[in-house]
Each structure stands twice: as structure tokens, then as C-alpha cells.
């Protein structure tokens, strides 16, 4: 493969276990350099997608390809520690890995004090930056992300997606990330793949934010939110017109479909 192929070619994934199908036709092509965000709900099969693309489960149909010697950084969802563990941040970052340096490692996820620190004792975000540090020490070619924002207050999340942008510009590196939320990573993302078993509809965000199929999906969470001023957003936050009320609680207003690439349409 040459450096213009794709760093993981995935065609007609399925996987079937104890006769359930977890998913199914999922046919996708991961470019360098570009940034593409997994959504769906609950339980659709987004962790088990990725495992299929990392070689961690074999599909019961269908193949991936991966480019040969691909340097993958991969953060898991959750990582369990113990409260007693007293392993420091700086350990940490290099168990497993050669020639990490620690300091610089940690100024890239905009966290150089922490270091000296007990893993234990990190808070939620602190935790979500040394684990990012970590799957960007190896110099990754393909960064893997799995909801690397959770335990991040709302804040903070916002923030976490500019510096994943911001290690795949310094890095040259593609990006697989899951989420649950399109709205935050909306900025921060070249590509949407929206799975509930298979690839429901996929496309630029702000594409996929108006498919049919996507606000079916995430339509109980879109639908109301409360806020207090006196217009309609659609989904994308765009003003769609006026009202007078104050503090209301109101439907999203989705725009017509700007041609959204949906189930029907060849996978991506
Ligand atoms: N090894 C397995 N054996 C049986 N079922 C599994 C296995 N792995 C995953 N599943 C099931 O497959 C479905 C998809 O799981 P997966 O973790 O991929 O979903 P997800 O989209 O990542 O969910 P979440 O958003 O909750 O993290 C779930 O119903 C899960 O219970």
C-alpha cells in the first residue's frame, strides 16, 4: 500500500455471537490525517466496530485490512484503577513504551504538572489527558479513540476534542473516535459514521445532524431542551426563526435534508 491508501480498509464486516448479530455489512475506509467520529446509541455496536478494525475480534464475515505496520495508539474506554495503585502519571506514560519523553508528552495534551501525580488521584479530565498522552506517545499513524470524554464535565469536553484536533495536526495522524455526542465533536471531526448495527447514514456533520435517520435515532434526546431566550435553533444551533417566550422548553426544528447520504446510499 502507498502512503495516499487508506490506513484501514474495512469491507462487509458482520459479527455474529451465540446467534445475535452485532453487525452487519459495514463496508468503511479510515484515510490518513483525517478525523472520523463513530455515533450511535447505546449498546449499537461502536466499541465492538472497533475492536473488529483493530484486529481484537475476528468478524464472522466480511475482511479489514490494515496497513502493514500501522503504529496505533489506542484509548480505551475506561481504564480501572486501583485507589491504592501508587503508580505516579510519569510511570505510567512509559510502562511498555520506549523513549517517551514524559514532559513533553504531557505539555502536548496541555498537562505538563502533572507528572509527579498519582493516577489515582487524577480527576476525570486530568485522566482523559494522560490517557490521550498516552495513546500519542507511541506516534501514532491512527489514533483510537474510545469516548475520550468521559467523566469530563461539559466544560472540559469541548476543550478534549480541540486537542485530539490539534495532536492529529501536529501528529499527521488519522483519528477513529466514538462518541455519543455529534453536537460536541461536530467542530472537531471530518467524518461521521452513525452505526446502530450497521452504517445507518454517514457524511460531513452538519450532513448527517439533518439525515432523517439520525435525528429518528437521537430524536428523544434532540427533541426538548430548555433554555432561556426568545428563538428557535435548528440541531446545528443556527437561528430558524423567532418566538416571544421566555425560559420555554421547545422542539428542535430540523431544516430540510441537504442530501444526506443515508441507509439506502453505498457505504462510505
Ligand atoms: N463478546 C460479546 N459477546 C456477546 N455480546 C457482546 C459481546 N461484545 C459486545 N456484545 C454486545 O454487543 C452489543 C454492542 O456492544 P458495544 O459495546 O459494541 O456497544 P456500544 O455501541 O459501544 O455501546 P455503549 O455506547 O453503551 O458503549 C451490546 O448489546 C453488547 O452487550
Given at each position: 500500500?502507498?502512503?495516499?491508501?487508506?490506513?484501514?480498509?474495512?469491507?462487509?464486516?458482520?459479527?455474529?455471537?451465540?446467534?445475535?448479530q452485532?453487525?452487519?455489512?459495514?463496508?468503511?475506509?479510515?484515510?490518513?490525517?483525517?478525523?472520523?467520529?463513530?455515533?450511535?446509541?447505546?449498546?449499537?455496536?461502536?466499541?465492538?466496530?472497533?475492536?473488529?478494525?483493530?484486529?481484537?475480534?475476528?468478524?464472522?464475515?466480511?475482511?479489514?485490512?490494515?496497513?502493514?505496520?500501522?503504529?496505533?495508539?489506542?484509548?480505551?474506554?475506561?481504564?480501572?484503577?486501583?485507589?491504592?495503585m501508587?503508580m505516579?502519571?510519569?510511570?505510567?506514560?512509559?510502562?511498555?513504551?520506549?523513549?517517551?519523553?514524559?514532559p513533553?508528552?504531557?505539555?502536548?495534551?496541555?498537562?505538563?504538572?502533572?507528572a509527579?501525580?498519582?493516577?489515582?488521584?487524577?480527576?476525570?479530565?486530568?485522566?482523559?489527558?494522560?490517557?490521550?498522552?498516552?495513546?500519542?506517545?507511541?506516534?501514532?499513524?491512527?489514533?483510537?479513540?474510545?469516548?475520550?470524554?468521559?467523566?469530563?464535565?461539559?466544560?472540559?469536553?469541548?476543550?478534549?476534542?480541540?486537542?485530539?484536533?490539534?495532536?492529529?495536526?501536529?501528529?499527521?495522524?488519522g483519528?477513529?473516535?466514538?462518541?455519543?455526542?455529534?453536537?460536541?465533536?461536530?467542530?472537531?471531526?471530518?467524518?461521521?459514521?452513525?452505526?446502530?448495527?450497521?452504517?445507518?447514514?454517514?457524511?460531513?456533520?452538519?450532513?448527517?445532524?439533518?439525515?432523517?435517520?439520525?435525528?429518528?435515532?437521537?430524536?428523544?434526546?434532540?427533541?426538548?431542551?430548555?433554555?432561556?431566550?426568545?428563538?428557535?435553533?435548528?440541531?446545528?444551533?443556527?437561528?430558524?426563526?423567532?418566538?416571544?417566550?421566555?425560559?420555554?422548553?421547545?422542539?428542535?426544528?430540523?431544516?430540510?435534508?441537504?442530501?444526506?447520504?443515508?441507509?439506502?446510499?453505498?457505504?462510505?
Amino acid at each position: 500500500m502507498t502512503d495516499a491508501a487508506p490506513l484501514i480498509r474495512a469491507q462487509n464486516l458482520g459479527l455474529e455471537i451465540a446467534g445475535r448479530q452485532l453487525l452487519r455489512d459495514i463496508s468503511l475506509a479510515l484515510q490518513p490525517a483525517e478525523i472520523v467520529t463513530v455515533i450511535g446509541p447505546n449498546g449499537a455496536g461502536k466499541t465492538t466496530l472497533l475492536r473488529l478494525l483493530l484486529g481484537l475480534t475476528k468478524p464472522s464475515s466480511g475482511s479489514v485490512q490494515r496497513r502493514p505496520g500501522l503504529r496505533l495508539g489506542y484509548m480505551p474506554q475506561r481504564l480501572q484503577i486501583d485507589a491504592t495503585m501508587p503508580m505516579t502519571v510519569g510511570r505510567f506514560l512509559t510502562l511498555g513504551i520506549n523513549g517517551v519523553d514524559v514532559p513533553s508528552a504531557l505539555a502536548q495534551v496541555g498537562a505538563p504538572q502533572l507528572a509527579q501525580a498519582r493516577l489515582a488521584d487524577l480527576s476525570g479530565g486530568e485522566m482523559q489527558r494522560v490517557l490521550l498522552a498516552r495513546a500519542a506517545a507511541r506516534k501514532p499513524q491512527l489514533l483510537v479513540l474510545d469516548e475520550p470524554t468521559q467523566g469530563v464535565d461539559l466544560g472540559g469536553q469541548s476543550e478534549v476534542y480541540q486537542l485530539i484536533a490539534q495532536l492529529r495536526d501536529e501528529l499527521q495522524c488519522g483519528v477513529l473516535l466514538v462518541s455519543h455526542d455529534l453536537h460536541l465533536v461536530m467542530a472537531a471531526t471530518d467524518r461521521v459514521l452513525c452505526v446502530n448495527q450497521h452504517i445507518c447514514c454517514h457524511g460531513h456533520p452538519e450532513q448527517v445532524s439533518r439525515d432523517p435517520v439520525y435525528l429518528e435515532m437521537f430524536g428523544d434526546k434532540l427533541a426538548l431542551y430548555t433554555h432561556q431566550h426568545n428563538h428557535h435553533h435548528d440541531i446545528s444551533g443556527e437561528v430558524v426563526d423567532e418566538c416571544c417566550d421566555q425560559d420555554h422548553a421547545h422542539a428542535v426544528t430540523p431544516p430540510p435534508s441537504r442530501n444526506p447520504k443515508s441507509d439506502s446510499d453505498p457505504a462510505p
